[in-house]
């Protein structure tokens, strides 16, 4: 269950069209979603759509994919990630997410930390 969550996560990241990104976030956050990572914030599913898009004008065509297995115990999960360039290359960035899970198994926090190496 908490892989298909996780891997909902970076289809919402990763998903261009905007109907399918929303439906990608409700079916892996709850509605008070909380994300926090150096760079931005965003609350519940229009702040979440809203940073999507925002990174995706930042990084065109880039894909977020998970590094690491999902490691989880309680409500507490943690994974690795990295920002892939669409035109190949070393990653644009890199980090470990770490998010607080609702009762039902959805995402109820995430906050994502950066490599400061760039891997």
């Known amino acids: 269950m908490i892989d298909a969550v996780v891997d909902g996560y ?3 990241w990763n998903e261009t069209d905007a ?3 929303r439906a990608a976030i409700a079916a892996a956050w709850v ?3 909380s994300y926090v990572d150096p760079m931005f914030a965003a ?3 229009e702040g979440l759509d ?3 898009g925002k990174a995706q004008g930042q ?3 880039d894909r977020f994919r998970r590094t690491s297995a999902v490691d989880a115990h309680h409500d507490r999960v943690r994974w690795g990630w990295e920002l892939v360039p669409a035109a190949g290359g070393p990653p644009v960035a890199a980090g ?3 998010a607080v899970l609702a009762p039902d198994g959805r995402l109820r926090e995430v906050t994502g930390f ?3 190496d760039g891997s």
Do not use: K, S, T
């Open 10 to 12: 970076f289809e919402m």
């Open 19 to 21: 109907v399918r990104r």
């Open 31 to 33: 509605p008070e979603a």
């Open 43 to 45: 609350d519940g599913y």
């Open 50 to 52: 809203a940073l999507v």
């Open 59 to 61: 990084f065109p065509g």
């Open 96 to 98: 470990v997410d770490f």
């Open 114 to 116: 950066f490599n400061g």
